[in-house]
């Protein structure tokens, strides 16, 4: 890999136009780069110089797990979608029709998992409240208008749609007043989460515009960040010229009595080798924030269980909490990239068992699905039927919470709505 990087970096996204140089460079022929740039018509692609020059082992790539963290692979999605938008590359297929084509391909791909649209979006005087999420009574969701990109796109992200340009996709707001106001009319709401894309993305300035006013509301306990960007861009809490700025008001939050959470996305343990990356972590813990660490389990990026204990262990040395592994949502490329469920569960069990009581604050595999957060606790036999354990560990319906249930066993299962109850059982909790 590059040397290490320079001490005063300016970020440099790469996108669309740099992607065959970098394909070539990872050693894909003319067909398999056409196939790839097929397959980023669809879905987004953006990185930056620091993943590529010190996250991705160009020697081991396509294989390496970071380079397919971030760039397209060309059979990530069917391949008569892809074989299509290639040919229509190669034949320089009328822009306006080739985004008619890709559009409809999206669709198909379940952009809002999760009744997103359907059931989260609250109504404010009759009307949806754009940019709002409130699935739990807790907790709810904003995402800031300013935040909806990120320093690098994950390859796998659920959250895709806020990144194709295509505007009834995407959940944004730019009301500041709006969440203040809907936060101080719900006093059962004690938590918000900034998610996005990546609020990080926004100056210092405009992300206080977002929190400060938040920290006049007597029951809100956390502010919570959603951020990528102690991974793919740590310089933003090193050097970036509003970084001071930024670790003064995570300080503000932490002095008005809540607890700033940030949600940091580690997907494997070699995004925390870089010496900024370990620097930057305890930069934001030293202003009192807890940073709480969480990733889906990507087939070919990290489904080892070595990677995840690894990972873990090296979180909890540097002062960060391990806090969820996901199972890939049922969105986007989750055919390409999804462990089935009894696979994921053994993982996750051989990871766990090589880490101390201090990493053992992960819970996991979860499926963030409709009706609610549902862990995978174990495989028994109930009956004489092989059975998936299963529990809420939140849910639309705070009664499911903590209920522990059972399913059919099955194999090839990936998600909740793959999963059946046994003989003569009723339906699953939350599904019927």
């Known amino acids: 890999m590059a040397a290490q990087y320079g001490d005063r970096p300016a970020f440099r996204a790469l996108s669309l136009p740099h992607l065959d140089a970098l394909l070539a460079r990872a050693g894909l022929?003319?067909?398999?780069?056409?196939?790839?740039?097929?397959?980023?018509?669809?879905?987004?692609?953006?990185?930056?110089?620091?993943?590529?020059?010190?996250?991705?082992?160009?020697?081991?790539?396509?294989?390496?797990?970071?380079?397919?963290?971030v760039f397209p692979q060309p059979d990530m999605l069917p391949r008569a979608d892809v074989d299509r938008v290639a040919a229509m590359l190669r034949d320089g297929?009328?822009?306006?029709?080739?985004?008619?084509?890709?559009?409809?391909?999206?669709?198909?791909?379940?952009?809002?998992?999760?009744?997103?649209?359907?059931?989260?979006?609250?109504?404010?005087?009759?009307?949806?409240?754009?940019?709002?999420?409130?699935?739990?009574?807790?907790?709810?969701?904003?995402?800031?208008?300013?935040?909806?990109?990120?320093?690098?796109y994950c390859s796998y992200c659920f959250r895709w749609p806020q990144?194709?340009?295509?505007?009834?996709?995407?959940?944004?707001?730019?009301?500041?007043?709006?969440?203040r106001a809907y936060v101080q009319a719900h006093p059962e709401v004690t938590s918000v989460l900034i998610t996005g894309g990546d609020p990080l993305v926004m100056s210092s300035a405009v992300l206080a515009r977002y929190v400060e006013p938040l920290l006049e509301i007597p029951h809100l306990e956390s502010v919570r960040i959603g951020t990528k960007a102690l991974s793919y861009w740590p310089h933003r809490f090193l050097t970036d010229p509003d970084a001071e700025d930024l670790l003064r008001l995570f300080d503000r939050v932490v002095r008005s009595g809540r607890n700033l959470a940030l949600m940091g996305h580690y997907s494997h343990p070699r995004e925390l080798e870089t010496d900024v990356a370990q620097r930057a972590l305890r930069r934001?813990?030293?202003?009192?924030?807890?940073?709480?660490c969480q990733a889906p389990l990507i087939r070919g990026v990290n489904d080892r269980a070595e990677d995840w204990a690894v990972l873990w262990r090296r979180?909890?040395?540097?002062?960060?909490?391990?806090?969820?592994?996901?199972?890939?949502?049922?969105?986007?490329?989750?055919?390409?990239?999804?462990?089935?469920?009894?696979?994921?569960?053994?993982?996750?069990?051989?990871?766990?068992?090589?880490?101390?009581g201090l990493a053992r604050t992960v819970r996991g595999p979860i499926m963030s699905a409709t009706p609610g957060k549902v862990q995978v606790d174990g495989v028994t036999e109930v009956g004489g039927q092989r059975a998936f354990v299963l529990h809420y560990v939140q849910a639309r319906d705070p009664d499911l919470v903590g209920r522990p249930f059972f399913a059919a066993f099955d194999p090839d299962a990936r998600w909740l709505t793959d999963l059946k109850p046994l003989e003569g059982a009723a339906a699953l909790p939350g599904l019927g």
């Open 93 to 152: 297929a009328h822009p306006e029709r080739l985004r008619e084509d890709v559009r409809e391909i999206r669709l198909r791909l379940n952009p809002h998992p999760g009744g997103q649209r359907d059931h989260n979006t609250p109504l404010v005087d009759g009307e949806p409240a754009e940019g709002l999420q409130h699935k739990y009574p807790e907790t709810v969701l904003f995402f800031p208008r300013q935040g909806q990109t990120c320093h690098a």
């Open 29 to 69: 022929d003319a067909q398999d780069r056409l196939r790839a740039r097929a397959v980023a018509e669809v879905l987004p692609f953006r990185t930056n110089a620091y993943v590529v020059d010190e996250l991705i082992d160009w020697r081991a790539a396509p294989d390496d797990p970071l380079y397919r963290l």
């Open 315 to 356: 979180l909890v040395a540097l002062g960060a909490v391990p806090y969820y592994l996901f199972v890939e949502r049922d969105t986007g490329p989750q055919d390409y990239f999804a462990v089935p469920l009894a696979r994921a569960y053994e993982l996750f069990r051989e990871a766990y068992a090589q880490v101390s």
């Open 163 to 179: 990144f194709v340009g295509e505007p009834d996709l995407r959940m944004a707001s730019g009301d500041a007043e709006g969440l």
């Open 284 to 292: 934001v813990t030293g202003t009192g924030a807890v940073v709480r």
